[in-house]
């Protein structure tokens, strides 16, 4: 079983940064793609990046340019910065994890004020 810690999530002027991250333990099989998704109230979850093994990245079309994802191999850890928030990035942001089976972190609240 996957446990994913997330942290980093907050309040945050618009305009400001923050930066998430996302530890993984406990996998016996090798950690694939790790990425970050965010649902805002009354929407649906949507992808916000995603990044492969080797580091291949792709963005929702949203954040590019503002945020850039990047992970620590060695540390099973994936991070999310984010610059020049906006309101509407304003989501629980939660971490998603392939490995073998798909796991998801609990979610962490950002919140950009304007």
């Known amino acids: 079983q996957v446990q994913l810690v997330e942290s980093g999530g907050g309040l945050v002027q618009a305009g400001g940064s923050l930066r998430l991250s996302c530890a993984a333990s406990?996998?016996?099989?090798?950690?694939?793609?790790m990425g970050w998704y965010r649902q805002a109230p009354g929407k649906q979850r949507e992808l916000v990046a995603r990044?492969?093994?080797?580091?291949?990245?792709n963005y929702a079309d949203s954040v590019k340019g503002r945020f850039t994802i990047s992970r620590d191999n060695a540390k099973n850890t994936v991070y999310l910065q984010m610059n020049s928030l906006k309101p509407e990035d304003t989501a629980v942001y939660y971490c998603?994890?392939?490995?073998?089976?798909?796991?998801w972190g609990q979610g962490t609240q950002v919140t950009v004020s304007s």
């Open positions: 998603n994890v392939d490995s073998l089976l798909i796991y």
């Open positions: 406990g996998s016996a099989f090798t950690i694939n793609d």
């Open positions: 990044i492969s093994r080797r580091g291949n990245t």
